[in-house]
């Protein structure tokens, strides 16, 4: 944790009191991973961390204010995802092990962050627009590099492809890949067959080539 940490009234916290309201933070994490958003109350997380609800007031205004901080700080960590493609190459065999690899980063971070991303989704769906930042700050350390890749690659010989656009799209397909997981089970998809499709749709996106074998 780095900077101060405040209470909701402006004090701030000392070391006990950080440790407190990371204890909540990382209570309200395992109890959303288990139970639907809407039904964890300030009382259970309370109880769970050891502590009262009045301690829980100390430190955030509401279930949904702690969630906030869960999922800005879930974003922060979304810049791991931008290094997956940075400076990478996507000539020939390497830039299909440069597609691959995003795909299996961005399959982990989805899986890593699978509960509080629920409910970003939930949110941004939902018209509230301070998940909607959150989301596309996370989809967009992805979709900014990747946009970039297309232009230095594709759209250097076929003017009628827009970056954006096609990132946009990438983005998404893995987006949608990652939370609809159950469901590619439930039709008989394995990850380890799921994974190799994803990094061909990419690569061809990206690239516009079959990728060389």
């Not at 699978?114 to 959150?134: M, N, P, Q, S, Y």
Request: aromatic share 8%.
């Amino acid at each position: 944790m780095t900077g101060q940490v405040r209470t909701v009234d402006g004090r701030v916290a000392g070391r006990r009191g950080q440790e407190t309201r990371q204890k909540l933070l990382d209570c309200l994490r395992e109890m959303l991973s288990t139970s639907p958003y809407r039904d964890v109350k300030v009382i259970d997380v309370a109880r769970m961390a050891g502590t009262s609800p009045a301690t829980f007031y100390q430190y955030f205004p509401d279930v949904e204010g702690a969630v906030l901080e869960i999922a800005e700080e879930m974003a922060e960590d979304s810049v791991e995802l931008k290094e997956l493609l940075d400076g990478k190459s996507w000539a020939g065999k390497t830039g299909f092990t440069t597609s691959e690899d995003l795909v299996d980063g961005f399959l982990a971070f989805w899986r890593k962050n699978d509960a509080i991303l629920r409910v970003v989704t939930l949110g941004a769906a939902e018209g509230d627009k301070r998940f909607f930042k959150i989301r596309m700050k996370v989809l967009n350390s992805v979709a900014g590099p990747l946009g970039e890749a297309i232009k230095a690659n594709q759209a250097k010989t076929d003017k009628s492809v827009d970056p954006a656009a096609l990132s946009g799209s990438l983005v998404s397909l893995l987006a949608s890949a990652a939370e609809h997981s159950k469901a590619f089970t439930a039709w008989g998809v394995k990850v380890k067959d799921l994974k190799p499709n994803l990094a061909l749709q990419v690569y061809l996106g990206v690239t516009g080539k079959k990728p060389p074998k």
